[in-house]
């Protein structure tokens, strides 16, 4: 008897759907080892330590809005250490949200960012400072809290948001406005002892030493008045 052709095609489509499966898991397994092998080289170059994954990150610093996101939170890659005699902390985060589609079939997606924590001597109150987009300026047209300052450029490029007004404009006086003007791609949080950069994606490590400055930049650009009232 000859072979069934549709038997042939089905096989051999299910065969190399099996192929591609198993290319793309080994193919993100050694993209993270690579990752996680480039994170310990920098650490070993910028004097930090490096540990490869910590789920007590979220706890730590879960004051911070943009860590309390979906559930399953945790940090990936993690650098910590001293820059400038600060305290600092970088690295990927995970989270995981849920929905239903039309079905009713639960849907789960895992959302990877990376994170930059620096650590100061202030007890701040919260402020967001973050790119504006249309979306935000829906929000806003409905009530949603938002700062303005006497540049219009930096009103419409930045949402600033903070119950303590005052602590706003002491922050995003004129050399942090015009800093931030130059780097759009900036979302900030400041609270507690804590400033922290974000962005909606995880950088490449070539990335992080120049990010890095930039945190370093946004705290020199504090006033010292605030730290010595």
């Known amino acids: 008897m000859g072979s069934n052709p549709q038997n042939y095609t089905f096989f051999l489509v299910f065969g190399l759907f099996l192929v591609l499966f198993i290319a793309l898991i080994v193919g993100g397994w050694m993209y993270e080892r690579r990752r996680r092998q480039k994170f310990q080289a920098l650490a070993d170059r910028l004097g930090l330590r490096y540990r490869r994954k910590d789920p007590y990150i979220a706890q ?132 507690r002892n804590c400033l922290s950069i974000s962005f909606d994606r995880r950088l490449k490590v070539a990335e992080i030493p120049q990010r890095l400055e930039q945190l370093l930049e946004i705290r020199d650009l504090f006033p010292n008045y605030l730290f010595h009232p």
């Open 60 to 191: 730590r610093f879960q004051f911070l809005d943009r860590l309390c996101r979906g559930s399953d939170r945790y940090a990936l890659n993690i650098l910590e250490g001293e820059r400038q005699e600060r305290p600092v902390c970088i690295f990927d985060f995970h989270y995981a949200t849920h929905s239903t589609d039309s079905k009713g079939r639960r849907k789960t997606e895992h959302h990877y960012f990376s994170c930059f924590v620096l650590e100061h001597e202030l007890a701040a109150p919260e402020l967001l400072i973050f790119p504006e987009n249309v979306l935000h300026r829906i929000r806003k047209a409905f009530g949603l809290p938002d700062i303005d300052f006497e540049s219009n450029e930096f009103s419409r490029a930045f949402v600033v948001q903070c119950k303590d007004k005052r602590f706003a404009y002491d922050i995003c006086h004129t050399r942090m406005m015009a800093y931030l003007l130059a780097h759009r791609d900036l979302s900030i949080e400041i609270e």
